[in-house]
C-alpha cells in the first residue's frame, strides 16, 4: 500500500496551493482518506478528511472555509485545494488511509501513511 502526497511548495500569505495525495495497492473506495499536518515544534494535527461517502467530509476549525477536500475514484487520488494561506498553515502535509470509510480525524485510525509534502507560507 502506498500513499504519495505531491503539491507542497512556497507560496505567500493569501495564496493557493493544491495538494494530491495518489494511492496505490488498495481498494480506494473502501477507505477514508485524510490529511494531517505538523508544523515545526508543534504535534501534528488534522485537517480534513473525506469518506467513502458523498459529501461525507470533516474541516478542522483553522481551515473551515478555505480549504476543500475532493476524491477522484477514477484517479485513486483526493486532492486537498487550499485557498487564503497563513503563515500558520505552513507545515509538512500528510495523508493516509484509514481502516474505515467514514470521515473520521481519529489518527488511531489510519494505518496507511505517505511521506509528506511541505508547504511553506511566507509573508
Known amino acids: 500500500v502506498q500513499l504519495q502526497a505531491s503539491g507542497g511548495g512556497l507560496v505567500q500569505v493569501g495564496g493557493s496551493l493544491r495538494l494530491s495525495c495518489k494511492t496505490s495497492g488498495v481498494t480506494f473506495d473502501d477507505h477514508a482518506i485524510g490529511w494531517f499536518r505538523q508544523a515545526p515544534g508543534k504535534e501534528r494535527e488534522g485537517v480534513s478528511c473525506v469518506g467513502k461517502y458523498k459529501g461525507d467530509v470533516y474541516y478542522a476549525e483553522s481551515v473551515k472555509g478555505r480549504f476543500t477536500i475532493s476524491r477522484d475514484g477514477a484517479k485513486n487520488t483526493v486532492y486537498l485545494q487550499m485557498d487564503n494561506l497563513k503563515s500558520e498553515d505552513t507545515a509538512v502535509y500528510f495523508c493516509?488511509?484509514?481502516?474505515?470509510?467514514?470521515?473520521?480525524?481519529?489518527?488511531?485510525?489510519?494505518?496507511?501513511w505517505g511521506r509528506g509534502t511541505l508547504v511553506t507560507v511566507s509573508s
Open positions: 493516509a488511509g484509514a481502516d474505515v470509510g467514514i470521515a473520521t480525524m481519529n489518527s488511531a485510525l489510519y494505518r496507511y
